[in-house]
């Protein structure tokens, strides 16, 4: 199996297994806002809150580099009630940025709040790739949230906000050992700390975020890689996009002008001398040619595609000069984990 199948088979909206909520019903109850029109087509079902993750590590070898394609399928089923709820409140998010229509913006506040309140995602997590897995569910809740807040009741947001800080207390705890090697899966915990403490301005999560996004970037060498990603042998390159991903939208998190309370108007592109766009400038090049990471792993590359290049929405349009159309064919520029919807969403933060 590809290292790309997994994402193609998160990217489907499958079954939800066990009970479902019709959210239709359940959600205009939450919020005191107006109601939708009849031409809004009703919320989507969600699947209900999951409170416990039994995920499969499916990473193999004595450093845990390697992966082993049937444990990924194994574990790919058993989390995707958990993604596709992600993947259904990212949806109505996204189609609240693009078309400021409250009756998505309450869809996404209206499931957000039957997870908090189901206390999901806060029981016990199977092993360390359950918490990975609740790392990445927290970055797309955040970004969801973050997204339709405005639309949200005073109940709503002291229901969910709430169980936000939960959750990145829970992610800090796991990622919080400062001797761990800086990984794509340490800059996956800044992006989701980062947005939990955009969404509920929330500075200890904010800060938290900001540190682990600096000491990935220490971790970018001469080269232009996280050297301990270049273990992975035939996914080094697609590790390595996976990291930047994670970096670059925590660092369009920080850019954001100041103005509301969790804007911060922080420059984090410049952090660690620009180490940010030695990694870019390396995946770049790699996805055009992967010759040096060939070479440098022994092994022909896995390239990244589709999903997983979604990040380059915003670094397109940040950097054009930098970027120099190096736009690879089969991007799609949407990814909950990334934020949803980015190329909407870096057309109206990046000015």
Known sequence: MSPNAAADAEARIGRAN???????????????????????????????P????????????????????????????????????????????????ADGKAAAGLCTIGGLRLWAEGEALLGTMSNSQAQRERTGLLSGLAFAYLKTRDVASSTDRSAIEPWLDKLARGVEASFGDPGRPANRRLALAALATVAVGAAIDNDDHWRFGEKAYDQSLEAINANGVLEIEMLGGERALFDQDFALGSLVMSAELAAREKGKDWQKGEDWYEHGGGALH?????????????????????????????????????YARRFPDRFAGRVPDGAIFQSPR??????VLAEKWVR
């Open 278 to 314: 030695r990694l870019a400038n390396r995946v770049l090049d790699g996805l055009r040619d992967s010759s040096w990471f060939s070479k440098e792993t022994g092994k022909e590359q896995a390239l990244p595609s589709g999903r997983d290049l979604a990040w380059i929405a915003f």
């Open 338 to 343: 990334l934020g949803g919807d980015l190329a």
């Open 50 to 97: 999951i409170r416990d993750l039994d995920a499969i590590d499916y990473h193999a070898g004595t450093d845990g580099a390697l992966i082993d394609p049937a444990l990924r399928m194994k574990n790919d089923a058993a989390m995707e009630p958990a993604r596709t709820f992600v993947r259904l409140v990212s949806a109505s998010a996204d189609h609240f940025t």
């Open 18 to 48: 066990g009970r479902t909520i019709i959210a239709a019903l359940a959600w205009l109850a939450l919020a005191a806002a107006p109601a939708p029109t009849l031409a809004d087509p009703p919320c989507l079902s969600l699947p209900a």
